[in-house]
């Protein structure tokens, strides 16, 4: 009985000790990748950094007189080919973040 216990306590902290590890060597990956190349490593890619031109032509169809509104841009730029990657056109809030709002 007591040495079941003192075996489960011991694989406890080489657990723990290995999840420390993990997680160590994992941020310095992260840290060494984000020094050498300058850009973000983590999270989803914006649509600025996955499409440039999708983005560009949202900001160009916004700033047309008479105002659009963000669905008549997502309808635009639906026409112009830049739909999601299921072929739908982008939504209204989609629209607003590659915008900025």
């Given at each position: 009985?007591?040495?079941?216990?003192?075996?489960?306590?011991?694989?406890?902290?080489?657990?723990?000790?290995?999840?420390?590890?993990?997680v160590?060597?994992?941020?310095?990956?992260?840290?060494?990748?984000?020094?050498?190349?300058?850009?973000?490593?983590?999270?989803?890619?914006?649509?600025?950094?996955?499409?440039?031109k999708?983005?560009?032509?949202?900001?160009?169809l916004s700033?047309?007189?008479?105002?659009?509104?963000l669905?008549?841009?997502?309808?635009a730029?639906a026409?112009?080919?830049?739909?999601?990657?299921?072929?739908?056109?982008?939504?209204?809030?989609?629209?607003?973040?590659?915008?900025?709002?």
């Open positions: 009985m007591w040495s079941t216990l003192l075996i489960r306590q011991i694989l406890g902290a080489v657990a723990q000790f290995d999840k420390v590890m993990t160590a060597k994992l941020r310095g990956a992260r840290d060494r990748k984000r020094r050498k190349t300058g850009l973000k490593v983590e999270g989803r890619k914006t649509y600025a950094e996955a499409n440039p999708l983005v560009e032509l949202a900001h160009q700033e047309q007189r008479p105002r659009l509104s669905r008549e841009i997502s309808a730029l026409s112009e080919g830049f739909t999601t990657p299921r072929g739908l056109p982008y939504s209204a809030s989609a629209v607003a973040s590659m915008l900025g709002r």
